[in-house]
């Protein structure tokens, strides 16, 4: 069974500040890991994903993410935070192959000027 | 990337009455859909897999006669909320997978989602 926590429902950060959001995960199996923004009333857009090969993984607008198998996490970060960058953020999870996807509660980033 | 199209955006129904959601993959064939179920502040939930030319599967706890799937092409994927009662007010995305040619590849294109409300 997939399942995936994101701790902190809401983060706020300054303005340039570093941007930093966390995905833990379980998985029976090797996982496949992805990164989603949403605003408001949109649907999702795919930000990064991790599926095989180098553990850091970058993505659109700046972002990556670290695959990390001990710490079964893969947690989504930012140097340098836009105003932008202000939206939710899902964390989810799918088995190789597999075409499900679990998603994680999501965290809601606002950045403050 | 890929585009995938949700219509309405937006719909107001009377409690009672049925309503139709349409998803389409613009620029590719999509043997797969799925559509979710938001509520607010919360995370999307998987409801069914939308499978062309088959029946939908369904995830444990959705009604399958209250939510219709019809997948009838490999662009075209239809929910039908029968009978709706407000608390079937929510918002409904669909998503398609993108095939990439590369084995255990998977990526997933989202609509922008309809917001459901029924008085």
């Known amino acids: 069974a997939q399942s995936v926590t994101q701790l902190g429902s809401h983060v706020s950060v300054s303005e340039g500040a570093l941007v930093l959001l966390r995905c833990n995960y379980s998985?029976?199996?090797?996982?496949?890991l992805f990164w989603y923004v949403q605003y408001p009333n949109q649907g999702l857009q795919l930000l990064l994903k991790?599926?095989?090969?180098?553990?850091l993984v970058k993505g659109i607008n700046g972002f990556e993410a670290e695959f990390k198998k001990s710490e079964t996490s893969f947690h989504l970060t930012k140097p340098s935070a836009h105003m932008s960058d202000a939206a939710e953020y899902f964390c989810a999870v799918s088995e190789p192959n597999f075409n499900k996807f679990y998603f994680g509660s999501g965290t809601k980033l606002n950045v403050k000027p | 990337g890929a585009v995938v199209s949700q219509h309405p955006s937006w719909v107001i129904c009377k409690s009672g009455t049925s309503v139709k959601i349409e998803c389409r993959s613009l620029d590719f064939q999509a043997t797969t859909m799925f559509w979710y179920r938001q509520f607010p502040k919360q995370s999307l939930m998987l409801m069914a897999t939308?499978?062309?030319?088959?029946?939908?599967?369904?995830e444990q706890g959705v009604e399958k006669d209250k939510f219709l799937i019809n997948h009838a092409s490999l662009t075209l994927s239809t929910l039908t909320v029968t009978s709706a009662h407000p608390e079937d007010s929510s918002f409904y995305i669909c998503?398609?997978?993108?095939?990439?040619?590369?084995?255990?590849?998977?990526?997933?294109?989202f609509g922008a989602g309809t917001r459901l409300s029924v008085l």
């Open positions: 939308s499978n062309e030319g088959s029946k939908a599967t369904y």
């Open positions: 998985s029976s199996v090797p996982p496949y």
């Open positions: 991790y599926t095989t090969g180098a553990t």
């Open positions: 998503s398609a997978n993108q095939p990439t040619g590369l084995v255990f590849e998977n990526i997933q294109y």
